[in-house]
């Protein structure tokens, strides 16, 4: 009778858990890849030049927005988790107060950090902003639905979604902060301004640096909110 040599069987164990283990890295990478690059392809694919900024502006608006179920049915039928992996964990009053006001100190040296390379002398391109600013003071309820949108989606896709499943790639507490931090700032890269990358990618520090610690999502949706408001106006 044939016996198996128990090293040989611990080498296909080892073989099979590796083959597992990149087919589950794979399914986590594309989930991100979807919920970094969806929203930019589909804006590419069917906004041409020719649509008015405002509708421009509302239909891609509208494309971030379908990201967000397209996202809970990949993590749910793909993935097998929930959305959010990391449990919201409840939080006082007094918390949301404190955390937001910390939250604008650190934006202000944030931005203040970002406006470095202009006092040394950089140059700039501020075409974008300036016309993003123009169109959104000139329609107040343009500007509360981009600020709305922009504060949940852009928090439960970069830091509810992403932020986690990087930690499930990366054995480290950093790594997938500072990552996820790119990416937000890569989702900014239509300013074409090197200000805004930086402050961005700043942002999102201070955002995946909050939610990695408290496990609040709501807290930086308001955050988040309350700070393109105030920008704006």
Same mark, same amino acid.
């Given at each position: 009778?044939?016996?198996?040599?128990?090293?040989?069987?611990?080498?296909?164990?080892?073989?099979?858990?590796?083959?597992?283990?990149?087919?589950? =890295?794979?399914?986590?990478?594309?989930?991100?890849?979807?919920?970094?690059?969806?929203?930019?392809?589909?804006?590419?694919?069917?906004?041409?030049?020719?649509?008015? $900024?405002?509708?421009?502006?509302?239909?891609?608006?509208?494309?971030?927005?379908?990201?967000?179920?397209?996202?809970?049915?990949?993590?749910?039928?793909?993935?097998?988790?929930?959305?959010?992996?990391?449990?919201?964990?409840?939080?006082?009053?007094?918390?949301?107060?404190?955390?937001?006001?910390?939250? +604008?100190?650190?934006?202000?040296?944030?931005?203040?950090?970002?406006?470095?390379? @202009?006092?040394?002398?950089?140059?700039?391109?501020?075409?974008?902003?300036?016309?993003?600013?123009?169109?959104?003071?000139?329609?107040?309820?343009?500007?509360?639905?981009?600020?709305?949108?922009?504060?949940?989606?852009?928090?439960?896709?970069?830091?509810?979604?992403?932020? $986690?499943?990087?930690?499930?790639?990366?054995?480290?507490? @950093?790594? $997938?902060?500072?990552?996820?931090?790119?990416? +937000?700032?890569?989702?900014?890269?239509?300013?074409?301004?090197?200000?805004?990358?930086? +402050?961005?990618?700043? +942002?999102?520090?201070?955002?995946?640096?909050?939610?990695?610690?408290?496990? =609040?999502?709501?807290?930086?949706?308001?955050?988040?909110?309350?700070?393109?408001?105030?920008?704006?106006?």
């Amino acid at each position: 009778m044939y016996m198996e040599n128990p090293a040989d069987v611990s080498v296909i164990d080892s073989q099979a858990l590796l083959l597992q283990r990149r087919q589950y =890295n794979a399914i986590i990478l594309a989930g991100i890849s979807i919920a970094v690059l969806l929203y930019p392809i589909l804006s590419v694919l069917f906004l041409s030049k020719g649509v008015a $900024p405002i509708f421009r502006v509302i239909i891609s608006r509208l494309f971030i927005w379908a990201t967000l179920p397209i996202l809970n049915q990949y993590a749910v039928k793909v993935e097998g988790r929930k959305f959010l992996l990391w449990e919201e964990k409840k939080q006082k009053f007094v918390f949301y107060i404190a955390a937001i006001a910390v939250l +604008f100190v650190s934006a202000f040296f944030a931005h203040a950090i970002s406006l470095i390379p @202009w006092r040394l002398g950089f140059h700039d391109n501020y075409t974008m902003l300036k016309f993003w600013d123009t169109l959104l003071k000139q329609n107040k309820p343009l500007l509360v639905f981009v600020g709305f949108t922009a504060d949940i989606t852009e928090e439960l896709i970069m830091r509810g979604y992403v932020l $986690p499943r990087l930690a499930m790639l990366f054995k480290s507490s @950093w790594v $997938p902060v500072v990552i996820s931090s790119i990416l +937000f700032s890569l989702l900014h890269l239509s300013y074409w301004n090197l200000g805004e990358s930086i +402050f961005t990618f700043l +942002f999102g520090l201070i955002c995946a640096l909050c939610y990695q610690k408290y496990r =609040n999502i709501k807290v930086l949706m308001i955050f988040h909110f309350l700070y393109d408001l105030i920008i704006f106006v």
